[in-house]
């Protein structure tokens, strides 16, 4: 690159970095929002609408409110990832949406849920709405280039027999839609519709094929609903907890910049000048594709952050290695790029992997969190690969080139005997283990559960109080948290304001009679809270075992996929199979630390564990990368024992260095984080230092011992 390129360069990285800023922090045209500003919020930052439904009739089984909770959080989805939906006593549904103030019209969208069925002319009932798996609007052209809406219906399995034998015998004629007794569409039946697939075409605006389709989806639930009340909520954190989340992403970055620069010199200034891009980049993309973020959404950034320094790590420890072997600076800065490639794209792509699946096959917070990573990975490797490599580039070339701003010459580091101690240290894992799930069982012979579970997975008791005034977010967990904190004994009491009214929602643990009374009398002696107007119900886990179970698969069936990939990249199973193991050892780990801690497990516990695999997965592929290169030069006498020592101390620094970096960040917002954001922080970063260690410790003797042991067969 020539001397005036580079100016050129290094001129538009600062525009784009200020430009980006500007647009991420103030925003352009008339009305000056920055892309942070119009990121759609998560109910606990941003409050949103919560609606209350009542089963029609007797009261309902549990299978029945099951299947309609988990159909009810699948549509409510469309408005947000973070949407949830839970039971409310015996008969009553709540969905809570975050991001939207008109209560109105998200009961407009969403349909009022009632019966639907499919009659012919004669009145028979041929399908109803249970057999449709779902409706969406389309969009279109007619034979004379013209938009044509129309509604799309996919039928389930048994509901595809019952209609392709209807529409065979009623071509010609209509099969009127019913929806609660009224006739909705009658579309006349053109040909035969055997496919499970059918389209009702008309003379339709795109809204009233979104409004046909929204009353077919809500009308295919077991039971029908009625409104009982709609309310907009409030934020369930005060803007004090919000900012302080920010400030502590803003400090660790700091930390992680200048970490960069005093151990990489000018390379580090580089990989930190495209970490701000990177940052930016992800807000204006959340922005853009309208995720939702919650507060453990922006402790997921804020931790990508870390991660994102892994790929700059990988490729300047290939640059320094490449200088220690007398290369020029510009050779060993192309070389080190290029050994890094492989290490960097399988790494990301295994995890990448992990994230697509979660997406497609995930539901609530797992989609969310999916969507994060995704795109988190997708932006580092860019400016890993890009914009570092050309800000580097354009140093190099206005001038930059003494290898004491690249590189201070050091001993080579001797090879340490990792497998010289592998026994010891599947010893200590196994004992770590061990000792984990004892303390589980005393845990569950106290009758204390083997979990401390959050209302998310557990339910809890949802109590109404009317105070007489208004309190702020602040004031609430300032003065009445504490307060319900001693009554209940419950350490995670989620609050939300009413708006408009002085009602605010406690929920806690589930609450018997004589807790209820006291908590009643407490709220009364302390807030001059009406008693009589005090309302409590017991509420269902906002995360339903049809989204565990979803959760459960997609991680299952990611998993696989890694390991094909693997297997795939790598030419041996071994390697893709001591991964996986080393992963499951990782995530056990952080889940018997979640017991024996007593940390509450909710819905960043799901987002927590997800964390661990990608990042544990990533940090094996870099080792496994080196021994592939490594065996490329192996010959009859080399010393394989010998061959992964050195792959691990090679890659020992960068392991080091990444785990550092994304400990900084983690570590930066426990210490200044909220209760919440603690408890989020604490087992990611035990997650943290526990894949650092099966990184270097065990996943390297876990392959050496595939290799040797039934890796080949032996001729005697």
């Known amino acids: 690159m020539k001397k005036n390129k580079g100016i050129l360069s290094l001129i538009l990285t600062a525009v784009v970095i200020v430009l980006l800023g500007y647009t991420v922090l103030i925003g352009v045209g008339p009305t000056k929002t920055g892309a942070m500003e119009n990121i759609k919020l998560g109910l606990d930052l941003a409050g949103g609408v919560s609606i209350t439904y009542q089963v029609k009739g007797d009261t309902p089984s549990d299978e029945e409110m099951s299947d309609t909770i988990y159909k009810l959080q699948k549509r409510v989805e469309q408005y947000s990832t973070e949407a949830s939906v839970y039971q409310e006593g015996d008969d009553r549904i709540n969905i809570e949406i975050p991001g939207v103030s008109d209560a109105n019209a998200i009961l407009d969208e969403l349909g009022k849920p009632g019966s639907l069925e499919f009659q012919t002319q004669d009145g028979e009932a041929v399908i109803t709405g249970s057999d449709v798996e779902t409706a969406s609007a389309k969009s279109g052209q007619d034979s004379m280039g013209n938009n044509e809406y129309s509604v799309e219906l996919v039928l389930t399995d048994e509901g595809s027999e019952k209609f392709a034998e209807a529409t065979s015998a009623n071509i010609g004629n209509p099969i009127s839609i019913i929806y609660d007794g009224e006739t909705i569409s009658s579309p006349t039946v053109e040909s035969a519709i055997t496919g499970g697939t059918a389209y009702i075409t008309g003379n339709f605006t795109y809204e009233e094929a979104d409004n046909l389709a929204s009353t077919i989806r809500i009308g295919g639930l077991k039971l029908e609903l009625e409104e009982l009340r709609s309310n907009v909520v409030g934020a369930q954190l005060g803007e004090q907890a919000v900012a302080t989340s920010l400030k502590a992403g803003a400090i660790g970055l700091a930390i992680v910049f200048v970490f960069m620069m005093c151990v990489y010199y000018l390379p580090g200034l580089a990989s930190g000048l495209a970490l701000l891009i990177y940052t930016e980049l992800v807000l204006l993309i959340l922005n853009a594709f309208n995720i939702t973020l919650t507060l453990s959404g922006i402790a997921g950034i804020i931790l990508s952050i870390g991660m994102a320094v892994d790929a700059n790590v990988i490729i300047f420890a290939r640059v320094r290695e490449e200088m220690c072997r007398g290369k020029s600076v510009k050779n060993s800065l192309k070389t080190g790029f290029q050994k890094a490639m492989s290490a960097i794209v399988d790494g990301n792509v295994t995890t990448l992997i992990a994230a697509a699946v979660l997406w497609f096959k995930g539901s609530g917070t797992v989609k969310?969190?999916?969507?994060?990573?995704?795109?988190?990975?997708?932006?580092?490797?860019?400016?890993?690969?890009?914009?570092?490599?050309?800000?580097?580039?354009?140093?190099?070339?206005?001038?930059?080139?003494?290898?004491?701003?690249?590189?201070?010459?050091?001993?080579?580091?001797?090879?340490?005997?990792?497998?010289?101690?592998?026994?010891?240290?599947?010893?200590?894992?196994?004992?770590?283990?061990?000792?984990?799930?004892?303390?589980?069982?005393?845990?569950?012979?106290?009758?204390?559960?083997?979990?401390?579970?959050?209302?998310?997975?557990?339910?809890?008791?949802?109590?109404?109080?009317?105070?007489?005034?208004?309190?702020?977010?602040?004031?609430?967990?300032?003065k009445i948290v504490p307060v319900v904190e001693k009554v209940t004994g419950?350490?995670?009491?989620?609050?939300?304001?009413?708006?408009?009214?002085?009602?605010?929602?406690?929920?806690?643990?589930?609450?018997?009679?004589?807790?209820?009374?006291?908590?009643?009398?407490?709220?009364?002696?302390?807030?001059?809270?009406?008693?009589?107007?005090?309302?409590?119900?017991?509420?269902s886990s906002t995360v339903s075992n049809e989204m565990r179970q979803d959760a459960v698969v997609a991680v299952i069936i990611a998993a696989i996929f890694m390991l094909l990939y693997i297997w795939f990249r790598f030419k041996d199973l071994r390697f893709a199979t001591s991964a996986v193991l080393a992963l499951i050892h990782d995530v056990i780990i952080v889940v018997l630390f979640y017991a024996v801690a007593r940390i509450s497990v909710g819905n960043t516990f799901i987002a927590c564990m997800l964390t661990i695999v990608g990042y544990s997965i990533n940090a094996t592929i870099i080792i496994f990368d080196r021994i592939r290169e490594e065996l490329h030069y192996q010959t009859r006498a080399t010393d394989l024992k010998a061959l992964v020592n050195r792959s691990i101390t090679q890659t020992l620094t960068r392991s080091i260095y990444t785990t550092l970096t994304t400990f900084i960040m983690v570590a930066v917002l426990y210490v200044m984080g909220v209760s919440s954001i603690k408890e989020f922080a604490l087992p990611l970063m035990v997650g943290i230092l526990w894949g650092a260690y099966s990184s270097v410790c065990i996943t390297g003797a876990l392959w050496y011992v595939m290799k040797t042991k039934i890796g080949t067969s032996k001729k005697k």
């Open 490 to 539: 419950d350490k995670n009491v989620q609050t939300q304001k009413v708006e408009g009214t002085n009602q605010i929602i406690i929920k806690t643990v589930t609450l018997e009679l004589d807790q209820r009374e006291a908590l009643n009398q407490a709220l009364a002696d302390n807030f001059n809270v009406d008693v009589n107007e005090i309302t409590a119900e017991n509420i």
């Open 368 to 478: 969310g969190f999916a969507q994060t990573l995704a795109i988190g990975i997708i932006v580092s490797m860019f400016t890993a690969l890009v914009i570092t490599r050309l800000i580097i580039y354009a140093f190099y070339a206005v001038g930059l080139r003494s290898e004491k701003l690249y590189y201070r010459p050091k001993k080579e580091r001797e090879p340490v005997d990792f497998l010289g101690k592998k026994k010891w240290f599947f010893t200590f894992s196994l004992g770590i283990m061990a000792a984990g799930f004892i303390v589980m069982g005393i845990h569950v012979s106290k009758e204390e559960g083997a979990f401390a579970y959050s209302l998310e997975f557990e339910g809890g008791t949802s109590t109404t109080a009317t105070f007489d005034q208004d309190y702020t977010i602040d004031e609430i967990d300032e």
